[in-house]
T-cell receptor, first 112, second 112 residues
């Protein structure tokens, strides 16, 4: 069964820093990988979607990379802002069984 | 606007009661999912449905039941058999290509 791990579980950085969040998965037979943002008490909002054939995706200050062979993805946030404070989750999709597998998330705090 | 609507946002349940959480989507998606999220943990799959009148158990289905009589609706009943129901519940749906998963805003259930 697919297992998704996110490290670190929590991260605190001063405003303006660039940072990297990590996501690893055990089975490389994925269809795509998504990064989500979750604010306290809210649902998940999709940030970036990387298809299995792609290496990276960019949206504004966010850049996500995917290395299927090593079972890793990173989310790079440039010039962090206090508004970036949230929990970030990654999820991989496997078409067999139509299943998503989620990591436990990284709680990010950006200090003004 | 298209999206997923969950209700109620907050629900209190007495011991021994069944409660039903509503999930409605107007995205015309076939597949719908129910997840449970506990503090500091990832999302765990309760039930999912790929088409109307069909649904499958997820990893933690015990004490829960669902129905899928309409494409737009996938209600979740938390029965009295669920011994630790206090949690945040998230409903989701995906488009047929499986590319993106969309979430509702979630429902908080507390046992009093």
């Amino acid at each position: 069964k697919q297992e998704v791990t996110q490290i670190p579980a929590a991260l605190s950085v001063p405003e303006g820093e660039n940072l990297v969040l990590n996501c690893s998965f055990t089975d490389s037979a994925i269809y795509n990988l998504q990064w989500f943002r979750q604010d306290p008490g809210k649902g998940l909002t999709s940030l970036l979607l990387i298809q299995s054939s792609q290496r990276e995706q960019t949206s504004g200050r966010l850049n996500a990379s995917l290395d299927k062979s090593s079972g890793r993805s990173t989310l790079y946030i440039a010039a962090s802002q206090p508004g970036d404070s949230a929990t970030y989750l990654c999820a991989v999709y496997e078409p067999a069984g139509n299943q998503f597998y989620f990591g436990t998330g990284t709680s990010l705090t950006v200090i003004p | 606007d298209g999206g997923i609507t969950q209700s109620p946002k907050y629900l209190f349940r007495k011991e021994g009661q069944n409660v039903t959480l509503s999930c409605e989507q107007n995205l015309n998606h076939d597949a719908m999912y129910w997840y449970r999220q506990d503090p500091g943990q990832g999302l765990r799959l309760i039930y999912y449905s790929q088409i109307v009148n069909d649904f499958q158990k997820g990893d933690i289905a015990e004490g829960y039941s669902v129905s899928r009589e309409k494409k737009e609706s996938f209600p979740l009943t938390v029965t009295s058999a669920q011994k630790n129901p206090t949690a945040f519940y998230l409903c989701a749906s995906i488009e047929s290509s499986g590319n993106t998963i969309y979430f509702g805003e979630g429902s908080w259930l507390t046992v009093v």
